[in-house]
């Protein structure tokens, strides 16, 4: 039968995905109690007597809380995790990864991976966890990711306005293990010279990357029919413009008829514009840049 200790200590855990260690729980409700509710399956471990409600067992919340109540001056999250903690990017990671300056000899659950790091840093306290310093927590996660979502996650990184593209370049100095590190040297040049996407990183390394582009400003600002506009790239001598349509954001009908409206008032100002999709630059580059160059020189053979 169950027991007003049990079925309070069942409650208190069922409210929120928030850990809690052992010692308290018996001060609260008694070892019985709580050893009974995990016989039961109500309350399960995630930890080393760090326990959580069921029903939290796989959550991202209770798992960093119970990383802040096992090891809260020792261990510090980082990667993919941290980044989250810091709004760096929306996605939930399934493994959290953590970092300590002495070994842990303790093996963790498959979703909590610990390394240990001899590289100084600076730690802050959110939501209840330690965790390291936003520009390292870029790095960190530069390096666990594969290389097409690293360069994504980076570009989303610096457009939060979180964290700088110079900082992080200086910072990586002191990673001696830094992953792809020119290829985030020049990824980090780029966003601080103005790319502000991943199409526009895809178009700017992979398809206009030769001489024969180098006349293209990026983010520019111009002013057309009474509206200001921030252009992905901009040839100013032969005044053709190129826009990098993303799938997000150019397949609505109303965001169709802005387009439109764009075209139609950068062109009141003698722009021509040339957009460009997804599949454009990621499955026929050549296409692209062989529509640009002829544009480019009907252009300037006309002025």
């Known amino acids: 039968m169950t027991t007003t200790s049990q079925r309070a200590l069942g409650e208190l855990l069922a409210t929120a995905p928030h850990a809690w260690h052992r010692t308290e729980l018996v001060k609260k409700f008694s070892r019985h109690a709580l050893d009974q509710q995990l016989s039961e399956g109500a309350v399960v471990r995630v930890l080393p007597a760090i326990y959580v409600g069921r029903q939290w067992r796989d959550s991202f919340d209770a798992r960093l809380s119970a990383i802040g109540i096992w090891a809260p001056r020792r261990l510090a999250v980082t990667g993919l995790a941290g980044a ?77 306005g979180r964290v700088s593209a110079r900082v992080v370049a200086e910072r990586q100095k002191a990673y001696p ?46 002013v057309a029919g009474g509206r200001r506009y921030v252009l992905d790239m901009l040839d100013e001598a032969a005044h053709v413009a190129i826009e990098l349509d993303g799938r997000a954001y150019h397949s609505s009908d109303s965001a169709r008829r802005g387009d439109l409206e764009r075209d139609a008032n950068l062109a009141s100002v003698g722009i ?9 630059i990621t499955t026929r580059p050549e296409w692209c840049r062989d529509k640009t160059r002829r544009t480019l020189r009907a252009r300037r053979s006309v002025s």
């Open 177 to 222: 293990l830094l992953k792809r590190r020119r290829t985030l040297i020049n990824l980090l040049r780029d966003l601080d010279g103005g790319i502000d996407s991943y199409l526009e990183y895809l178009a700017a390394t992979t398809v206009f990357n030769t001489r024969d582009f180098s006349g293209f400003n990026r983010q520019v600002r111009v």
């Open 84 to 160: 989250r903690l810091w709004f760096l990017t929306d996605q939930t990671p399934r493994r959290i990864d953590v970092i300590g300056r002495q070994p842990l000899h303790v093996t963790g659950p498959p979703w909590l991976r610990i390394h240990t790091t001899t590289i100084d840093g600076t730690y802050f306290r959110l939501n209840g966890v330690r965790v390291q310093d936003a520009e390292d927590v870029v790095l960190r996660t530069w390096n666990t990711l594969d290389p097409q979502a690293a360069v994504s996650f980076v570009i989303g990184a610096i457009r939060s």
């Open 272 to 280: 021509l514009t040339l957009r460009f999709t997804y599949e454009d």
